[in-house]
């Protein structure tokens, strides 16, 4: 079995190998003094190994969001989203991603989205590794492309530890929204891992904290270990 380099859902698994991902998120987003919005949000993905350099996936995201003006709960409305995702390796450390997605909101409107990346992962040595992402995404249903970006840093030391920088956003015409985090990984096993992350963002003009933590796990067939 291939070494484990990068953290969680980055690289690919491995052929016949199925990996389970479990994440939770909370942000907060301040406004004003006075308004605060605040989403908690929960995914659950379950990704195969096709070849050693393809991989497909299906996850199911919720996503419930609530507006507070002086402490007082004003509007709540949630958000599932189920996606099929392809990503494809094309040379030794790129690849090429694509996501569909269908969304149903609490009034029962249902909307697609696509997104497309090129993705570039470096190993540097035995403990760092650079990932930057690059693409274009359709969100629900919208004809405007949003422009997607991530530059992150894992370092590997000391083992079984992770320490994850990033740094990531989107644009359009209307916004431009960037975010930053730090995170930490733990392996309890090589292919049993958690990350935790805590981060800040700016999202139209707005303040927001954040913080995350992912479950990964995946099943790895027994010819892996056989000499």
């Known amino acids: 079995m291939e070494r484990l380099v990068f953290s969680g859902g980055k690289n690919f698994i491995g052929k016949d190998v199925i990996q ?40 199911y995201n919720f996503a419930q969001e609530k507006t507070f003006v002086s402490d007082q709960m004003r509007r709540a409305n949630g958000l599932s989203t189920i996606a099929f995702g392809v990503k494809k390796k094309i040379s030794k450390n790129y690849s090429l991603q694509s996501n569909v997605g269908f969304s ?13 990346f090129a993705i570039s992962e470096h190993p540097i040595d035995n403990f760092l590794a650079w990932e930057n992402n690059l693409g274009l995404s359709w969100p629900n249903g919208s004809p405007q492309a949003n422009l997607m970006y991530l530059s992150g840093l894992t370092f590997t030391f000391p083992k079984p530890f992770d320490i994850i920088i990033e740094y990531y956003g989107q644009y359009n015409p209307t916004a431009w929204n960037n975010y930053a985090n730090i995170g930490i990984g733990y392996y309890f096993t090589q292919d049993l891992m958690l990350e935790a992350y805590t981060g800040y963002g700016n999202t139209l003009n707005q303040q ?17 270990f056989k000499k």
């Not at 389970?20 to 995914?43: H, P, R, T």
């Not at 149903?104 to 497309?116: A, I, K, P, R, Y």
Request: charged residues 15%.
């Open 208 to 224: 927001s904290l954040f913080y995350s933590i992912n479950f990964y796990w995946r099943l790895v067939p027994q010819y892996y």
């Open 20 to 59: 389970f991902e479990y994440g939770l998120n909370f942000e907060k987003q301040i406004k004003s003094l006075n308004a605060i919005d605040q989403q908690l949000s929960q995914y659950g993905l379950v990704k195969y190994g096709v070849l050693n350099n393809l991989d497909v996936s299906i996850s």
């Open 104 to 116: 149903d909101n609490e009034m029962g409107n249902v909307s697609g989205s696509f997104q497309l």
